[in-house]
């Protein structure tokens, strides 16, 4: 039995331990439409602006699935142009991964699809399209996916904040211009609306001595995101649905790069009736106030802090065998310059995207995929079953980069040379500037898989890759 298997196995043991029999194989039936629809910025009673839906909300509807359970996911496609869904994060059979050409066929509109898996991770994921990316994502195709712990963990509450970021005219309504070569060869579509699940957020109510879990997660195209919760000291305890040793962010603040997701700790350590920002400062000069959390004026829940752990249990991830591991480079070139100039990128593979204005303005090693996916696109490296990856990004040009690996989560190793604390694993690791990566993982999941950016607009324009696990 291969390690995957047996740990598989192994998970399986020990959820029917704990669950009756017939629950723990029932298969979970879930349905989603994709429609177009209208999402509500200010609430149940303000102006309407149209986008694309699941089930008809904005963020779709909140999955929450167990660990070790198989679930069976129709989704209907009732927009008038092909779509397809990602579970982001999920380590799932390639077939189920969502992207078009690559492990399926595309969900012509009328038709509809059936995804089938065992999620083995436990943690916070999410779920998007990946047909057409950029358009749907910034439509508002994106919802939250929570795959539960086999024992729940000691919380308060457990809240999940889908942070979007819109780009919208001044009748409140999408902007058009998806792909134009500004928006693709600098940062991204960097919207001017952010919303927490679907609207602008009102303060968020508190209590005093009160323990939260908030799973954040960033759907944005594009806007980058540094979070910091005044007068709070937040505590990290997973990573793109991934546990780690639980940790305070350096400088307190939590870097959300799109795509990513980060589960914290929060002890409600404020006095009764205090407010406290929670401000996004990411880009230099443009600070916000995301929210407040707003106590309520009640004597304090709970009059010391919890004591109960704060780890979570780790998730069943096969170790990287570093001393035999296969070594890839991974380099990413193109993007605007200093003085306007693009970087000339290398080979272009020739799948023009219809619909983006430019082409190519990004490439991994000398070669730019461009769009969501495509049938027959060749893959960059092959890595036989089994065998460790020793992977090592390297980011030569001048722009941010969120990249994401599917079916596998990677171990990051170190950045810049120096190592990263705290046994984190990610399924999207930002790149500053420059910025050199080195992680490894197992590929012990069979398949065409796709490694990209996730700023939606250099993915389309080129800044995406294909690797074979056999
Ligand atoms: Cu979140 Cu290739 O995807
Ligand atoms: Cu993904
Ligand atoms: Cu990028």
Not at 67 to 94: A, F, K, M, S, Y
Not at 120 to 146: C, E, K, M, N
Not at 228 to 237: K, M, S
Not at 385 to 410: D, K, Q, V, Y
Request: aromatic fraction near 6%; proline fraction near 8%; include cysteine.
């Amino acid at each position: 039995m291969s390690r995957r298997g047996f740990l598989a196995a192994l998970a399986g043991a020990a959820m029917s331990a704990s669950l009756p029999p017939a629950r723990a194989s029932a298969v979970d039936e879930r349905r989603i439409k994709v429609a177009p629809g209208e999402a509500r910025f200010s609430g149940e009673d303000g102006p309407p602006t149209a986008a694309w839906t699941y089930n008809g909300t904005i963020p779709g509807p909140a999955l929450r699935l167990r660990q070790g359970q198989p679930v069976r996911i129709t989704v209907e496609n009732g927009l008038n142009e092909d779509t397809t869904v990602h579970w982001h994060g999920i380590r799932l059979p390639n077939a189920m991964d969502g992207v078009p050409g690559l492990t399926q066929p595309p969900i012509k509109p009328g038709e509809s699809f059936v995804y089938e898996f065992t999620p083995p991770d436990a943690g916070t994921f999410w779920y998007h399209p990946h047909a057409d990316s950029l358009v749907q994502l910034g439509r508002g195709l994106a919802g939250p996916l929570i795959v539960e712990e086999a024992e729940p963990a000691a919380f308060d509450r457990d809240l999940f904040w889908l942070l979007q970021d819109w780009r919208l005219t001044k009748d409140g309504q999408i902007a058009g211009g998806f792909g134009n070569m500004m928006d693709a060869s600098m940062s991204g579509r960097v919207g001017n609306l952010v919303t927490i699940n679907g609207t602008v957020p009102a303060d968020l109510g508190v209590r005093a001595g009160e323990r939260l879990r908030l799973r954040l997660a960033n759907a944005s195209l594009a806007r980058m995101m540094a979070l910091r919760f005044d007068g709070h000291r937040p505590v990290v305890l997973a990573i793109d649905g991934q546990p780690c040793d639980p940790h305070e962010p350096e400088d307190g603040r939590l870097v959300l790069a799109p795509a990513m997701r980060i589960d914290i700790v929060l002890d409600m350590r404020g006095d009764p009736g205090s407010r406290h920002a929670v401000i996004d400062d990411f880009y230099d000069g443009l600070a916000y106030t995301l929210t407040n959390l707003a106590y309520d004026k009640a004597f304090p829940f709970r009059s010391h802090p919890l004591d109960a752990p704060l780890a979570l249990p780790r998730n069943p991830l096969p170790e990287p065998a570093l001393a035999n591991a296969m070594r890839q480079v991974i380099v990413l070139q193109g993007g605007m310059m200093g003085g306007g100039k693009l970087a000339s990128v290398g080979g272009m593979m020739g799948m023009g995207m219809p619909g983006m204005n430019g082409g190519a303005a990004w490439a991994i090693n000398g070669m730019s995929m461009t769009g969501d996916g495509h049938a027959g696109m060749a893959p960059q490296f092959t890595l036989e079953r089994g065998a460790t990856c020793h992977l090592t990004i390297r980011n030569e040009t001048a722009w941010w980069h969120p990249m994401h690996i599917h079916g596998f989560s990677l171990s990051v190793l170190s950045r810049n040379g120096a190592t990263v604390p705290h046994r984190q694993w990610q399924d999207t690791v930002l790149l500053a500037p420059k910025d050199v990566i080195e992680c490894a993982f197992v590929a012990d999941n069979p398949g065409n898989w796709m490694l990209h950016c996730h700023v939606a607009d250099h993915q389309m324009a080129g800044l995406m890759t294909v690797f074979r696990a056999t």
